[in-house]
């Protein structure tokens, strides 16, 4: 976990480029290798299968670009049958709830028929914020993967860690899986909003 003493001078979407701009030294290594210097708790091995989901939430953030939204993308997968996939849709649908998390969680309840998410993995490009981290907890989804570390409000390792807290389920985590591809989409994203 980076120093909280480590602020950049900025806000809003700026900072979300920042927080994604962030360099990681020799992290693209490591997170070929399946490794990160911040493991959170519980971090689980990544698979081939995971690699393949992780590459299809990919496409799904690319998708949320070329639709003008911050680039995040999510799919859930259970027993290897994927049932639900979305982007952030946060401007499309103005609406501030509209995270690609939310709408998979949304989607995969529907399929299943019930709020639990039993069995099932969640894969999103960018750590998860603390409304999509609570919707993780609240579906007892078993495990997390996720691509690029959010300093500013990923809440499995960065600003803060939801598995340390007193919630009553407790997810497996892998964060920093396509961590490079993930943080491209967003830096490329926000440098050309810089530029409009
Ligand atoms: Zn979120």
Redesign the pocket.
């Known amino acids: 976990m980076k120093s909280l003493t480590e602020k950049t001078p900025c806000s809003g979407e700026e900072a979300e480029a920042v927080t994604a701009a962030l360099p990681e030294n020799d992290d693209a290594a490591k997170t070929a290798a399946g490794m990160t210097d911040r493991e959170p708790a519980r971090q689980t091995a990544v698979t081939e299968e995971d690699l393949a989901y992780m590459r299809e939430a990919l496409r799904l953030a690319q998708e949320a670009a070329e639709a003008d939204e911050a680039p995040v993308g999510a799919c859930i997968v259970q027993n290897g049958r994927l049932i639900a996939a979305a982007r952030n849709r946060r401007e499309s649908d103005k609406c501030a709830t509209h995270?690609a998390?939310?709408l998979a969680i949304e989607e995969a309840c529907r399929t299943l028929g019930g709020w639990r998410l039993p069995g099932c993995t969640l894969y999103v490009t960018l750590e998860?914020?603390p409304?999509?981290g609570g919707a993780i907890v609240n579906a007892r989804i078993p495990r997390v993967v996720f691509g690029a570390y959010d300093e500013k409000a990923g809440v499995f390792g960065s600003a803060t860690d939801f598995n340390a807290l007193t919630f009553n389920h407790k997810p497996a985590v892998t964060g920093g899986v396509l961590a490079e591809e993930s943080r491209a989409i967003l830096s490329a994203y926000f440098k050309g909003k810089r530029k409009n």
């Open positions: 995270h998390e939310i998860p914020c409304m999509c």
